[in-house]
């Protein structure tokens, strides 16, 4: 049994082996403009790694391995890091929130959704790192809804500086893999 209650863990994938299927499934080429305004020859379509089960299996057993044992609850940033979440959920036995952008103008109008209690120890999700501003305000409204931010584990760390951004705003941070890592 594994410190987070798992009976079966999942299998490891070989990191580089991960990190080529990740590229064969998203790396696109073109003229891109990211979320953060800023232009790019190259695009992670996290879209097309979060969709496919196998692959979204294979990253939340690498992820798995980079969860804090002290980790209460993990927080995935809506739309793009909810699939990451539930997937590093399942494969950890951690009970997950949804940070929304914007609260819904309707039904309870919550910018948490899910049970987050004052204190939990959270670890925020993220599928690509550019700039980290989606991150930190995601672990920003954790904070402000009575949560401790544990620090930010992302996927990929395009080496914008996203990694510098985070740990200014006093959050730790991880990714899985880094642009150069992966050869891009």
């Known amino acids: 049994m594994t410190e987070h209650g798992l009976t079966d863990p999942p299998q490891r994938p070989d990191h580089a082996a991960l990190g080529r299927e990740l590229l064969d499934a998203s790396l696109l080429r073109g003229d891109f403009v ?5 232009r790019s020859d190259y695009y992670l379509d996290k879209y097309r790694f979060e969709t496919k089960p196998s ?13 804090p044992p002290e980790t209460d609850r993990l927080a995935g940033t809506e739309l ?5 979440a539930a997937a590093l959920s399942l494969a950890t036995n951690l009970p997950f929130i949804i940070v929304r952008k914007f609260s819904k103008e309707y039904s309870t109008s919550n910018l948490i959704e899910g049970e987050l209690a004052a204190g939990d120890r959270v670890l925020v999700i993220e ?17 402000e809804a009575g949560g401790r931010v544990l ?9 914008e500086g996203g990694q510098a951004r985070i740990t200014e705003a006093g959050y730790g941070y991880t990714a899985l893999f ?3 890592e992966l050869g891009i």
């Not at 692959?55 to 969860?67: D, F, I, S």
């Not at 793009?80 to 990451?84: E, F, H, K, T, Y």
């Not at 620090?151 to 080496?159: F, N, P, Q, S, W």
């Open 80 to 84: 793009g890091a909810v699939a990451l």
């Open 151 to 159: 620090g930010i584990l992302a996927v990929v760390d395009r080496e």
């Open 55 to 67: 692959l979204l299996r294979n990253l939340a057993a690498g992820l798995a391995r980079l969860v």
């Open 178 to 180: 880094t642009r150069s």
């Open 34 to 38: 990211l979320s953060s305004g800023a």
């Open 127 to 143: 599928d690509v790192i550019t700039t980290g501003a989606q991150s930190i305000k995601a672990a920003d409204r954790v904070v």
